[in-house]
């Protein structure tokens, strides 16, 4: 998680070394800079008498970089492969089709022992889990960048940079001990029956489950866990608004908070919303924290108190002890889903954060 | 008005940032309060006892999750290094370059469950046992895309006027490469390896059905392996108090081995060893 905070000042750094927008090959990445060196390079090149060395490093390097593309095609094979018991007995079914008991006319969506595989409550949970962990981290992160870039007195921001850096360093399992221990009581005794007794009205919080378990303790473990890399992207593209648009407006007599809005929230809004995104990414599948207090029971309630299951956490918890191939199949399939969707997240908000980031001018802080 | 909004919006921020860290507080105050009175020197040297008997300790899985990320770095590392070289050195501006390293930045945000997957159906199921290997290869498969991509920035740092000297001198490329450019870039590329190690030192889900944990000593890779994570994971779903006590001393252990990592990473990046190349 640490690591790819950083990836956005990969791409100030990318900034720093394009050219002036005057320059005539203003459109090439790398520049003028890599332009002037080629000459000299090609030139120094091919004077050497090591070509059989340097191609050969040179394909080795190509080959590491090419592993890459490598390992996403080995990751789809194998789980096509592994899942495709599943997939040839229920096609898309298995997604949003459920198997009704005869008996009582209860949906019986997940029953390993007699066969009875449907994925509609995991993918359920996941969906509700994440996005309610987006609308408590959204206002929390966009508030902490703000107050970072355009409040925060200089010697503050350092320290308080490391420490969301340090909330994103803890690991997922940390996150779920303490989420068990000190979250899941407090929102037992004290969270859950406030929440039903002022917002019961709305049928969402419901008083049916006495253990604090469930999708508004999930969300809340998982808000802080996607809080520092929504907060750090944030914070990146905003500083990547040129400061005269700041001082633009603050020159036609705007408050600071007029200026935030107007001068920098307005022109990074695309690049925060690829931030949300990529938080929306790790909410998905974030698995530790999230199997430790949902609840895990595969159903789905109106209520968000109710007890719940994502699709990450039902593979941490029944792959070992499959009890059969098409459980096992089942499982793969959940994860093959999970990947393609994580896939498509991840890409759409690198595709709008860079959007942002490559042609903004260098700032360094 | 204006003013009244523009104090409100500041009162926000203070409060959201307030709101972020007192999560950090409470997280780390009681890690240390329930892990300390737990940590003693049995923690470190002793394996786990079977139900029933107190005290006991996780030196299998000290040692184990040590083996793993051994094995992890030995794949992550060079793979990792050498794809940011390509990307700085040899393909900057190519579509492939561009193409690689969008693929790098998406793989990094792929959950870590699905690497165990991954891992699972490419080794344990053709060996048809799990084992230290295979936990090993998933924490390193994760680790290149974020290596890779540390490094491919702080080569780019490096001044041109360094590469041109050395090729003018008659070095090779190859060598030119090694011996100059990476050598100048080192501090921050091992900057960004102890950052993707410190990544996966933590990770639990993609070891569940590769490494699978294990109680005893083992230090074969052919065989089921403990690891900090796993044990903690393990140890928090128990019903026993004494081996809950085992899990906050673990995850206290492994939260000071995480923090003494970004900590130095910090310090080494704040003292600017780059600024010299730059």
């Given amino acids: 998680m640490i690591v790819s905070t950083n990836t956005p000042q990969i791409r100030i750094s990318q900034a720093q070394l394009q050219p002036e927008p005057g320059s005539p090959d203003g459109k090439r990445p790398g520049g003028t800079d890599a332009q002037e060196a080629s000459e000299v390079r090609t030139f120094l090149l091919g004077r050497g008498n090591s070509a059989l060395a340097d191609r050969g490093f040179r394909w080795l390097m190509v080959l590491c970089a090419l592993s890459i593309f490598g390992i996403v095609v080995l990751i789809v094979a194998e789980l096509v492969m592994r899942s495709s018991l599943v997939w040839s ?60 870039t355009e409040m925060c007195p200089q010697w503050l921001r350092g320290p308080l940079a490391f420490v969301t ?90 408050t600071r908070w007029e200026m935030i809005r107007m001068g920098v929230l307005r022109n990074a809004r695309i690049g925060i919303v690829g931030a949300v995104i990529l938080g929306l990414g790790r909410a998905l599948g974030e698995t530790m924290a999230v199997t430790m207090v949902i609840g895990n029971a595969p159903e789905i309630h109106r209520s968000l108190l109710s007890n719940g299951y994502s699709m990450a956490s039902v593979i941490a918890n029944e792959f070992t002890e499959a009890v059969s191939d098409l ?19 991840n890409a759409l908000a690198q595709f709008l954060v860079w959007a942002v980031t490559r042609g903004a001018p260098a700032r360094v802080n | 008005m204006r003013g009244l909004a523009d104090g409100t919006v500041t009162a926000l921020a203070i409060l959201a940032t307030v709101l972020v ?14 892990g300390a009175s737990s940590l003693n020197l049995a923690f470190f040297t002793q394996i786990p006892k079977p139900v029933g008997e107190v005290g006991g300790g996780m030196a299998n899985a000290i040692l184990g999750s040590g083996i793993l990320l051994g094995m992890a770095s030995a794949l992550g590392v060079p793979v990792g290094i050498g794809g940011g070289i390509f990307l700085a050195e040899f ?58 991509r540390t490094t491919e920035e702080m080569l780019l740092m490096v001044p041109h006027a360094v590469r041109e000297a050395a090729l ?23 900057t960004g390896c ?85």
């Avoid at chain 1, 459980?327 to 997240?345: N, P, Y």
């Avoid at chain 2, 990094?108 to 991954?118: C, E, H, Q, R």
Wanted: with cysteine.
């Fill in chain 1, 165 to 254: 850096e340090l909330l994103a360093a803890i690991p997922s399992i940390i996150y779920g001990l303490w989420a068990m221990w000190v979250l899941v009581p407090i929102m037992r005794v004290y969270l859950n029956p406030a929440l039903v007794k002022f917002l019961g009205w709305t049928g969402f919080f419901a008083d049916d489950n006495p253990t604090g378990l469930g999708f508004v303790t999930a969300a809340i473990i998982l808000a802080i866990m996607i809080l520092p890399i929504i907060s750090s992207l944030t914070r990146e593209v905003m500083t990547a608004v040129p400061y005269s648009q700041r001082e633009a407006v603050l020159a036609l007599g705007a």
């Fill in chain 2, 21 to 34: 860290i007192t999560p950090l507080v409470a997280i780390f105050g009681y890690l240390v309060y329930k």
């Fill in chain 1, 89 to 148: 007995k229920f096609h898309f079914d298995f997604f949003y089709k459920a198997y009704f008991d005869p008996d009582t006319g209860l949906p019986n969506y997940w029953d390993p022992v007699n066969g009875h595989f449907s994925a509609l409550p995991f993918v359920y949970g996941t969906v509700v889990s994440s996005l309610l962990s987006l609308v408590l981290a959204v206002p929390l992160a966009i508030g902490v960048a703000v107050f970072l």
């Fill in chain 2, 168 to 190: 003018g001198l008659g070095v090779p490329n190859w060598r030119s490469v090694l011996s100059i450019t990476v050598k100048t870039a080192s501090p921050g590329i091992i």
């Fill in chain 1, 327 to 345: 459980h096992r199949s089942a499982l793969m399939e959940i994860g093959l889903a999970l990947f393609i969707v994580t896939i498509i997240v």
């Fill in chain 2, 194 to 278: 102890m950052l993707a190690f410190a990544r996966v030192a933590g990770e639990t889900a993609p070891l569940i059905f590769t490494a699978l944990g294990n109680s005893f000593w083992s230090i074969s890779p052919n065989e089921p392996i403990a690891a900090l994570p796993l044990q903690i994971w393990v140890y928090a779903l128990s019903p026993y108090d004494d081996w809950h006590r085992l899990a906050w001393a673990g995850a206290l252990v492994l939260i000071i081995l995480i923090v003494a990592a970004v900590s130095l990473v910090r310090f080494v990046a704040s003292r600017g060893i780059l600024k010299g190349a730059s």
């Fill in chain 2, 91 to 148: 393909g900057r501006g190519t579509k492939l370059a561009n193409a690689i390293r969008f693929t790098a930045d998406v793989l990094n945000g792929v959950p870590s469950i699905v690497m165990g997957l991954a891992a699972y159906s490419l080794i344990v199921v053709p060996q048809n046992h799990f084992s230290a290997f295979s936990g090993g290869v998933a924490l390193g498969i994760m680790m290149i895309p974020t290596v890779c």
